[in-house]
């Protein structure tokens, strides 16, 4: 059975950097998009970043471009999310998907597996 397991969340201050890291199994995810969502407490989940399964198109959400870095190891069925500079409002549950298309998206709905997320709390 196919499962992605999020780790790497924690809470840290304003300015500092985390990394958060997704464990793929059950199956071969190296030709699925990998994305990262988020959802803050009454908000909606939200596009992070995703990666193409290639590994080279990856795309940013606004809010994070230039702080935050997506990247995968194929050999090790992982992807990552390299987040610097955080603010306060990047505290949220992070979550990974796995869409099968292949080439990443924004749009949640795309995405054919989830992990359980991980929380990441940023303190002003």
């Known amino acids: 059975q196919a499962q992605l397991v999020e780790s790497g969340g924690g809470l840290v201050q304003a300015g500092g950097s985390l990394r958060l890291s997704c464990v793929a199994s059950?199956?071969?995810?190296?030709?699925?998009?990998m994305g990262w969502f988020r959802q803050a407490p009454g908000k909606e989940r939200e596009f992070v970043a995703s990666i193409a399964w290639n590994g080279v198109n990856t795309y940013y959400a606004d809010s994070v471009k230039g702080r935050f870095t997506v990247s995968r190891d194929n050999a090790q069925n992982t992807v990552y999310l390299q987040m610097n500079s955080l603010k306060p409002e990047d505290t949220a549950v992070y979550y990974c998907g796995a869409d099968r298309m292949g080439w990443g998206s924004n749009n949640l709905s795309e995405y054919d597996y989830w992990g359980q997320g991980t929380q990441v709390t940023v303190s002003s």
């Open positions: 059950g199956r071969t995810f190296s030709r699925y998009a």
